[in-house]
């Protein structure tokens, strides 16, 4: 589903963010990116969905996609293969909540029939069917991130990525996030989820791979979180 091989990723400052990183995920996984600030789990999952484009690698491949030869105007292709879900949402404010899922779903052209159908079975899979016509600022974060997850998943993606998905979550509302995430996830979604939720790595337990200074430093099937921060 995901294979890097000695991906590098160099900033244009110099700094160079993921260093020959190695690893393999496959379909049907939940893996979490653990480590400090700074360390590179933005970077690293960043290089998976085409948001940075590695420095160099032997291999950089995400859903059948060769990302080290993808070429811009193929970039909407893999997108349609991954969805993105966002510490701060990205919700279109002006759009309510079923104009943001079915946005998903226009831009790719599919019929109106066939979006109004899927746009509702999302928003009902993440209990907000009785939102539709409200517009994002007029929800509370759990449910933005709600809205943010339906778009993300309306198109059926092999793989979700999550970037700090609880960050701007109090406990009870993260935990609400993760049990929808596992549902997901037990659809046979793959789940690749940046965090820094001790708590939740801790206790919800999947597969770990901890960053530090641009390498993986450990990868373990259950692992804890075991950083200070
Ligand atoms: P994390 O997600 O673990 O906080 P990042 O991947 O955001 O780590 O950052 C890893 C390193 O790369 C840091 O030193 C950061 O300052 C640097 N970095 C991240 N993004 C950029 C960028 N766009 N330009 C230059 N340096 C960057
Ligand atoms: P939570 O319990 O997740 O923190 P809130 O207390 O923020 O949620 O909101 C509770 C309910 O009130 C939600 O259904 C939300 O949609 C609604 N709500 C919150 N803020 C507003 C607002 N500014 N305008 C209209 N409805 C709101």
């Known amino acids: 589903m995901?294979?890097?091989?000695?991906?590098?990723?160099?900033?244009?400052?110099?700094?160079?963010?993921?260093r020959?990183?190695?690893?393999h995920i496959k379909q049907g996984e939940f893996v979490y990116v653990v480590g400090?600030?700074?360390?590179?789990?933005?970077?690293?999952?960043?290089?998976m969905y085409r948001e940075e484009k590695a420095t160099s690698g032997?291999?950089?491949?995400?859903?059948?996609?060769?990302?080290?030869?993808?070429?811009?105007?193929?970039v909407p292709y893999l997108r349609r293969d991954i969805g993105v879900v966002f510490?701060?949402?990205?919700?279109?404010?002006?759009?309510?909540?079923?104009?943001?899922?079915?946005?998903?779903m226009q831009v790719i052209?599919?019929?109106p029939r066939e979006i109004k159908k899927r746009v509702m079975e999302v928003l009902d899979l993440v209990g907000l069917k009785h939102k539709v016509r409200v517009f994002p600022s007029e929800l509370s974060g759990g449910e933005q991130q709600r809205v943010s997850i339906?778009?993300?998943?309306?198109?059926t993606p092999k793989v979700l990525i999550a970037d700090e998905p609880t960050g701007n979550l109090d406990p009870d509302t993260s935990w609400e996030i993760m049990k929808l995430l596992e549902r997901i996830n037990n659809q046979g979604t793959t789940i690749v989820?940046?965090?820094?939720?001790?708590?939740?790595?801790?206790?919800?337990?999947?597969?770990?791979i901890a960053i530090e200074n641009g390498l993986i430093v450990r990868d373990e099937a259950e692992g804890e979180y075991e950083f200070d921060d």
Not at 36 to 47: A, D, E, V, Y
Not at 62 to 67: A, I, K, P, R, Y
Not at 150 to 155: D, E, L, P, T
Not at 193 to 208: C, E, F, P, Q, S
């Open 2 to 18: 995901i294979e890097m091989q000695d991906v590098t990723k160099k900033y244009p400052n110099k700094t160079t963010a993921v």
């Open 20 to 23: 020959g990183i190695s690893v």
């Open 36 to 47: 400090p600030s700074g360390s590179g789990k933005s970077t690293f999952i960043k290089l």
């Open 58 to 74: 032997k291999k950089l491949e995400v859903v059948n996609h060769d990302l080290l030869k993808i070429k811009n105007k193929e």
């Open 87 to 104: 510490q701060d949402f990205k919700l279109l404010p002006r759009k309510t909540v079923y104009e943001n899922v079915a946005y998903a």
């Open 109 to 111: 052209g599919r019929k």
């Open 150 to 155: 339906a778009r993300a998943i309306v198109n």
């Open 193 to 208: 989820m940046a965090t820094h939720n001790k708590t939740i790595v801790d206790t919800m337990r999947h597969r770990l």
